[in-house]
């Protein structure tokens, strides 16, 4: 049970409510929440920027990941950081210098994240393996909520998984994770499972946050 930590991301909040929203899940027991920053470039839908971290920050203690779904997120990440974030988590496919950018995150005392894609090959982060805190498995395109779980990335899970052997690195999955596929994606053994349209969706939250956990 140890692995079952669920991250919920608030892409698929009600942002008319968005306080209530967010302490009904540290109420229901998140210790994580998930904020995806898109540019509308990377990926094509645009959503929070800095100052929303920042006024939301006030609201909760939970560890807040950013997941950065933008393009050059070199020129970002300080900024994302003094919003408060904890984790910040940048996609291999949009950085053009990886250690430059891990580098940044941690000498401005955050948590350094690398995502990639359903179809990036996870060996090209071996490199990266002791350098990085976190690993953000995608298991949909990035871009939008409430997408369908990409089975093939199970493996990917599974491969990083051993790759990590023993590191100090979480790893997490993001995407399409519900009551149909959590299951599936604990048995994997990563650390952190984001979950968005499948809790904000839901009719009670906390009641569904716990289905998840306790599947
Ligand atoms: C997609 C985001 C995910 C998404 C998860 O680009 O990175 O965090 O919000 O939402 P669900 O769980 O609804 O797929
Ligand atoms: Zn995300």
């Given at each position: 049970m140890s692995n079952r930590n669920i991250s919920p991301s608030i892409?698929?909040?009600?942002f008319t409510n968005i306080k209530e929203q967010i302490l009904a899940v540290e109420s229901a027991g998140a210790s994580r929440l998930h904020i995806d920053v898109m540019d509308g470039h990377f990926v094509p839908n645009l959503t929070f920027g800095p100052f929303i971290i920042k006024q939301i920050k006030a609201l909760t203690n939970m560890h807040f990941e950013t997941h950065l779904m933008i393009e050059n997120p070199h020129k970002y990440l300080e900024e994302y950081i003094q919003a408060g974030s904890d984790t910040v988590i940048f996609h291999y496919e949009a950085s053009r210098d990886i250690e430059r950018d891990i580098k940044i995150i941690k000498d401005n005392d955050a948590l350094a994240g690398l995502a990639i894609n359903p179809d990036t090959n996870p060996e090209v982060l071996e490199k990266y393996m002791d350098k990085i805190d976190y690993i953000l498995v995608m298991s949909v395109f990035p871009g939008f909520g409430g997408q369908s779980f990409i089975v093939e990335t199970l493996k990917t899970m599974e491969t990083l998984v051993k790759m990590?052997?023993?590191?100090d690195i979480l790893i997490g999955v993001d995407g399409g994770v519900n009551l149909k596929t959590i299951r599936k994606v604990y048995e994997t053994g990563i650390d952190i499972t984001i979950v968005g349209s499948g809790i904000y969706?839901?009719?009670n939250i906390s009641t569904r946050f716990n289905e998840l956990m306790n599947i």
């Open positions: 892409l698929s909040a009600d990590r052997a023993g590191r969706k839901a009719d």
